[in-house]
């Protein structure tokens, strides 16, 4: 008690800009205290991509639930707008990152984000919504490759960047599904989803997760050690990024198509199945639960996915993910006239087994573009695979929604099938088998601007280049030295200075 009177009297003798700047001191190591907790961090990083996926989830509600006053062409132009948007978000803030920072980047489209939420949330007009969803959709656009990128390079180890973007898509996709199930089914629902301007509370909770997201980096983000030290060999490079990317060109095509496909699959089917369920049902409300169920109940199959990365190959993980879509999509599609109304319970348990399935290649399609490529144009190649992959999300959207509303639910299960063959095939072809071992040769080689030499090491397996004990001790002289040389140059600057 005494010790606090004494720094009472000490304090109210201080003048208040130091008081000021004692408190933002402490405020700031707070903040990198925080930092280093693995929840915060995953708040930090993936509450942009929660945002996303939440609005995924419930856009398909709203679509079976509201009387949206608008003409089709406006609500399907709604839809466009945040689609469009999220591309040119994607190719933006994917290089961007490269060039100016992972945390400063993050920050904006965080901004975006709230500013686009809130928006929505308050649009007097349909016109004034297709703006603020254009604006979201950038934010959003932005965030897969800063998210993923920026989570892959935090990995202590590189063999637990795939699965650290694995957890990042089961937190977010986890709590988005909560979220949507819950104002959907809730018994306002009807409410907010009939609104002209899109649903004021829907946009609130999207605001909600954005200004969340906005306060938790200003505070905690910060770029990762990898990426400071590519983004350093970068800048002393004279190599242009197209340059260096040329000999990236198969695994960035195997990237790029694989989430092309699999948008294909996870946005036709999340945007259309209270439809595929009202096929089954009486009660369009009927059909909302049952969604609402099974996005509930494949929860175990997300956190099985999350965690796969680090005792199985993603490479297998996705092939297995993307054969298992396969088959049971050709037995929705085989028997769907005989099973979708008569056995009801069957048809709902093949296709949450489908969704199970589906987990897997949910997590390596961002995770694997997250990993292979060099830090130094990590945002751009992830910019690039994930823009395309939103252009088979609107491909699927619009495909299956358009045979949803002729009537022909058994040929989207068909479409599946077909697709994730295709996809299967793809990640045989193009994916490349790597290790914790593979990656880091491959960044050494990149970072020395031997852009070729990386991509052979990333494609000779894991057995074929395990890294030397001079390599890695070559690597530490080199960086202790770089060290030591940025002290020494300070050092000089400081006396000089005096």
């Known amino acids: 008690q005494a010790s606090g009177s004494r720094l009472s009297v000490l304090i109210g003798k201080v003048p208040g800009p130091l008081v000021i700047t004692l408190g933002l001191r402490s405020l700031c190591r707070a903040a990198m205290a925080m930092a280093k907790n693995p929840v915060v961090f995953a708040l930090a990083t993936g509450m942009g991509l929660l945002t996303d996926k939440y609005e995924l989830a419930v856009t398909n509600f709203i679509d079976e639930l509201s009387d949206f006053e608008a003409s089709e062409f406006m609500k399907e132009f709604v839809h466009a707008a945040m689609y469009a948007g999220a591309v040119f978000g994607m190719l933006t803030f994917g290089p961007l990152s490269d060039v100016v920072g992972r ?68 937190l977010d996709l986890a709590l988005a599904s909560c979220s949507a199930q819950s104002s959907s089914t809730s018994s306002c629902a009807p409410a907010f989803l009939t609104m002209p301007c899109g649903g004021a509370p829907s946009g609130s909770v999207g605001a909600a997760f954005a200004a969340l997201g906005l306060v938790l980096r200003i505070l905690t983000t ?12 970068r800048e002393q490079s004279s190599v ?33 199945d209270a439809a595929i369920f009202h096929a089954n049902s009486a009660s369009i409300k009927d059909s909302v639960m049952t969604v609402a169920l099974s996005r509930l109940l494949v929860i175990p199959a997300l956190a099985i996915a999350a ?26 599609a085989i028997f769907y006239v005989d099973i979708h109304k008569e056995h009801v319970i069957l048809f709902n348990t093949l296709y949450i087994i489908q969704l199970a399935f589906q987990s897997l290649p949910g997590v390596t399609t961002m995770g694997i573009p997250a990993v292979i490529f060099p830090a130094a144009f990590k945002g751009t190649c992830l910019g690039i695979s994930a823009a395309t992959g939103k252009v088979g999300a609107t491909v699927g959207s619009y495909a299956f929604a ?40 491959m960044e050494k080689a990149a970072r020395a601007g031997d852009s070729k030499g990386a991509v ?32 020494s140059l300070s050092g000089n600057s400081n006396r000089e200075s005096e």
């Open 103 to 170: 945390r400063v980047c993050m920050i904006a489209t965080s901004l975006l984000c709230l500013i686009g939420a809130v928006g929505s949330a308050l649009a007097p007009s349909e016109t004034f919504l297709v703006v603020c969803r254009i604006v979201t959709g950038i934010g959003m656009g932005g965030e897969y490759p800063l998210a993923a990128s920026h989570s892959a390079e935090n990995a202590q180890d590189s063999n637990n960047g795939g699965r650290n973007v694995g957890l990042l898509y089961l």
């Open 222 to 233: 910060e770029d990762s050690d990898k990426f400071k030290k590519a983004h350093k060999k």
């Open 240 to 272: 242009s990024t197209v340059r260096a990317l040329q000999p990236f060109a198969m695994p960035l095509l195997g990237t790029a198509l694989s989430w092309f496909l699999y948008d294909v699959i996870e946005y036709g089917l999340k945007q259309n």
């Open 307 to 332: 965690f796969l990365p680090s005792y199985m190959q993603m490479k297998w993980m996705q092939l297995l993910g993307f054969a298992g879509c396969a088959v049971i999509n050709l037995c929705l």
């Open 402 to 441: 358009k045979l949803k509303n002729d009537g022909h639910i058994s040929w989207i299960f068909w479409t599946v099938t077909c697709t994730a063959l295709l996809a299967a095939l793809t990640t045989v072809a193009l994916i490349p088998r790597w290790d914790g071992s593979n990656l880091d040769l």
């Open 456 to 487: 052979g090491i990333l494609y000779a397996g894991p057995a074929k280049s395990k890294p030397k004990a001079a390599d890695l001790e070559s690597e530490e002289a080199e960086t202790s030295e770089e060290s030591t040389k940025e002290g």
